[in-house]
């Protein structure tokens, strides 16, 4: 049985014998699928679904992407369900980076310096490159030292002399100084958090160049303790103008010790196990590209809750939150993005819309337009939706536009043409 499995959303876990692995169907080890079952029984209560159990054999995933390793050694990488069966996983996995590279914040150049379109290790793999990487620029720009106050016991004098101590001292040790001092060090919370992340990264690597590098950096750390408290030492991390060039690892430090991610598996077992929701890649990747990409004189919002679906007793109840809300002088457009294929060819089935999607664009037209304006949906293109459909009239002057959005080429597809994003505000006014 192969120790790494490539699949994708939706597809199906088993413990049954099958002729291939393929990305729909895989079949992995009795040990793994009982530890997929804990992993799902313990998401499931924290109100997240990771993945169904169909029988007794199989389960069935949801829609999160990323890379489980369990703790028989079984990796099983999730990629995400936007190509084509027929299209190499490589593609799909490069999709993947791309969204996680954007999830992160990642200057773009940084990631076309890491080899982004040439690499094509799997996914965890790829992460822990981006740190790595990540660090030997920050080697090369310089570790941030500070401070650090040592009280000690010599027969020397050196910095200051602790006073109170010293008159405390018995008799025969007046030969010993107590003394208190400063001294330059690299022991400080950003510095302990990229020593933990990087031991984690010796330990799980099983990519001979990532291997190497990890070790190399490891030597220069090697004096440096690691982190006792991850959580207390990301809360003292500092953003000064001093500490700017440790922003790009912080985002693969976090990463990798399981505290950036929407969803991440974390347990007993260390291994490298990374979950994004898909809708959640999706969505940050779109605002992304049209806040990069806005006309001047136009802002977006994204997560906005500046209203309520009613008020009981002098209070808001249910907030109204759509993913994006973009704004140009007095006029206004909601946004919302959805991670779903339709098919613009299904009248009869509605096209793959949702009935509950529509009633909450029509509430969020009520509020935030008044009743008046343009909503748009977003949707990810696919082979049977590559233009927008005609727009969906609640009345004569509230209308909710479905638009697909091309992740390759970045750009919302709008009628009969491809329509570049910054054109976005003047082809809705």
Same mark, same amino acid.
């Given at each position: 049985?192969?120790?790494?499995?490539?699949?994708?959303?939706?597809?199906?876990?088993?413990? !049954?014998?099958?002729?291939?692995?393929?990305?729909?169907? =895989?079949?992995?080890?009795?040990?793994?699928?009982?530890?997929?079952?804990?992993?799902?029984? $313990?998401?499931?209560?924290?109100? =997240?679904?990771?993945?169904?159990?169909?029988?007794?054999?199989?389960?069935?995933?949801?829609? *999160?992407?990323?890379?489980?390793?369990?703790?028989? %050694?079984?990796?099983?990488?999730?990629?995400?369900?936007?190509?084509?069966?027929?299209?190499?996983?490589?593609?799909?996995?490069?999709?993947?980076?791309? &969204?996680?590279?954007?999830?992160?914040?990642?200057?773009?150049?940084?990631?076309?310096? =890491? $080899?982004?379109?040439?690499?094509?290790?799997?996914?965890?793999?790829?992460?822990?490159?981006?740190?790595?990487?990540?660090?030997?620029?920050?080697?090369?720009?310089?570790?941030?030292?500070?401070?650090?106050?040592?009280?000690?016991?010599?027969?020397?004098?050196?910095?200051?002399?602790?006073?109170?101590?010293?008159?405390?001292?018995?008799?025969?040790?007046?030969?010993?100084?107590?003394?208190?001092?400063?001294?330059?060090?690299?022991?400080?919370?950003?510095?302990?958090?990229?020593?933990?992340?990087?031991?984690?990264?010796?330990?799980?690597?099983?990519?001979?160049?990532?291997?190497?590098? =990890?070790?190399?950096?490891?030597?220069?750390?090697?004096?440096?303790? !690691?982190?006792?408290?991850?959580?207390?030492?990301?809360?003292?991390?500092?953003?000064?103008? /001093?500490? !700017?060039?440790?922003?790009?690892?912080?985002?693969?430090?976090?990463?990798?010790?399981?505290?950036?991610?929407? &969803?991440?598996?974390? %347990?007993?077992?260390?291994?490298?196990?990374?979950?994004?929701?898909?809708?959640?890649?999706?969505?940050?990747?779109?605002?992304?590209?049209?806040?990069?990409?806005?006309?001047?004189?136009?802002?977006?919002?994204?997560?906005?809750?500046?209203?309520?679906?009613?008020?009981?007793?002098?209070?808001?109840?249910?907030?109204?939150?759509?993913? &994006? /809300?973009?704004?140009?002088?007095?006029?206004?457009?909601? &946004?919302?993005?959805?991670?779903?294929?339709?098919?613009?060819?299904?009248?009869?089935?509605? *096209?793959?819309?949702?009935?509950?999607?529509? *009633?909450?664009?029509?509430?969020?037209?009520?509020?935030?337009? $008044? %009743?008046?304006?343009?909503?748009?949906?977003?949707?990810?293109?696919?082979?049977?939706?590559?233009?927008?459909?005609?727009?969906?009239?609640?009345?004569?002057?509230?209308?909710?536009?479905?638009?697909?959005?091309?992740?390759?080429?970045?750009? /919302?597809?709008?009628?009969?043409?491809? /329509?570049?994003?910054?054109?976005?505000?003047?082809?809705?006014?």
């Amino acid at each position: 049985m192969d120790s790494r499995i490539v699949v994708r959303e939706y597809a199906r876990l088993t413990t !049954a014998k099958l002729p291939s692995n393929t990305l729909d169907e =895989a079949q992995v080890s009795p040990s793994a699928f009982a530890w997929l079952c804990e992993l799902m029984a $313990g998401y499931r209560r924290s109100g =997240a679904q990771l993945m169904q159990l169909e029988g007794r054999q199989c389960l069935r995933l949801d829609s *999160y992407v990323g890379v489980l390793e369990s703790p028989c %050694g079984q990796v099983i990488e999730i990629l995400p369900k936007h190509h084509e069966e027929g299209d190499c996983e490589a593609a799909s996995r490069q999709l993947l980076c791309k &969204l996680i590279a954007s999830l992160l914040d990642t200057d773009s150049r940084e990631v076309d310096e =890491a $080899g982004l379109q040439l690499y094509q290790a799997p996914l965890a793999e790829w992460v822990m490159r981006q740190f790595l990487r990540a660090l030997e620029q920050l080697f090369k720009r310089g570790l941030r030292f500070d401070y650090q106050r040592i009280e000690e016991e010599q027969r020397f004098l050196r910095g200051q002399l602790d006073v109170v101590r010293q008159m405390r001292q018995p008799p025969g040790r007046d030969h010993y100084f107590q003394i208190r001092h400063d001294v330059f060090l690299p022991d400080r919370p950003e510095n302990r958090l990229l020593k933990s992340a990087l031991q984690l990264v010796c330990e799980a690597t099983q990519d001979s160049d990532n291997w190497r590098l =990890a070790h190399a950096l490891a030597n220069l750390l090697h004096e440096l303790p !690691a982190s006792r408290n991850t959580e207390a030492d990301f809360r003292q991390w500092r953003d000064d103008r /001093l500490m !700017a060039h440790y922003q790009v690892v912080k985002s693969w430090c976090e990463l990798i010790l399981y505290r950036h991610m929407p &969803l991440a598996v974390a %347990g007993d077992y260390r291994g490298i196990s990374l979950l994004f929701p898909m809708e959640k890649l999706f969505e940050d990747y779109v605002t992304r590209c049209l806040r990069a990409s806005l006309q001047a004189g136009a802002h977006l919002t994204a997560q906005v809750s500046r209203h309520s679906l009613c008020v009981h007793q002098g209070k808001p109840m249910f907030k109204l939150q759509p993913d &994006l /809300l973009i704004e140009q002088g007095n006029s206004c457009w909601v &946004l919302d993005t959805k991670w779903k294929k339709l098919d613009s060819s299904d009248r009869e089935g509605k *096209y793959g819309l949702s009935q509950a999607d529509f *009633y909450q664009l029509f509430a969020y037209g009520q509020r935030y337009l $008044g %009743g008046k304006g343009e909503l748009v949906l977003i949707y990810p293109v696919s082979r049977n939706f590559t233009c927008a459909l005609l727009p969906f009239e609640f009345d004569s002057a509230l209308r909710l536009h479905v638009v697909p959005f091309d992740l390759d080429k970045e750009q /919302l597809l709008l009628a009969d043409s491809s /329509l570049p994003i910054n054109s976005l505000v003047p082809a809705l006014a």
